[in-house]
């Protein structure tokens, strides 16, 4: 991978101590999507840091998102929630985690390969993963503010 693009990825699925420390839910989604530190993320900031992803995960530059590139990108997310579990994570919707509730859930079942391959052929096309863009991102904006905050990320 090009060095700018590793260190999207790693600004992408990491977050900073700061905010891992405050331990608030959503916090490090926030921390990783949200570009000009408002506190928020938008549509915007998530639509840009999708393109960074999938230019990060296409290793052959096809344009697709194959099988293989989305082991990579599963193994990159695991440890991403591996490493920050308790610590203001993507989980803490209700019931968190990956099949859990419904902002934990949505935010990892967003970047899969059968939420993101639309005609089914077993690889995610660019267009097909920026397309399910707006549909991950409502589905994280549980209180329909059009934008994604913390309150998104609380129970109920």
């Not at 991978?1 to 977050?15: H, N």
């Not at 926030?30 to 290793?59: K, Y």
């Not at 193994?75 to 934990?104: C, I, L, M, T, V």
């Not at 097909?128 to 991102?137: I, K, S």
């Amino acid at each position: 991978m090009k060095p700018v693009v590793l260190a999207t990825v790693a600004l992408v699925l990491t977050a900073s101590l700061a905010v891992a420390q405050q331990g608030k839910r959503g916090s490090h989604f926030i921390e990783n999507w949200d570009q000009n530190e408002d506190g928020i993320v938008s549509l915007a900031e998530v639509t840009e840091r999708r393109e960074d992803v999938f230019a990060a995960f296409d290793q052959n530059h096809d344009g697709f998102l194959s099988a293989d590139d989305y082991v990579q990108f599963d193994e990159a997310r695991a440890n991403d929630q591996a490493n920050n579990a308790g610590q203001g994570n993507q989980g803490g919707g209700q019931g968190g985690g990956k099949s859990g509730g419904k902002s934990g859930g949505r935010n990892s079942e967003g970047m899969t390969l059968a939420f993101n391959d639309v005609n089914g052929d077993g690889q995610v096309s660019h267009d097909e993963f920026m397309t399910r863009t707006v549909v991950w991102f409502t589905q994280i904006d549980r209180n329909g503010s059009g934008a994604i905050d913390p309150a998104d990320f609380g129970r109920g």
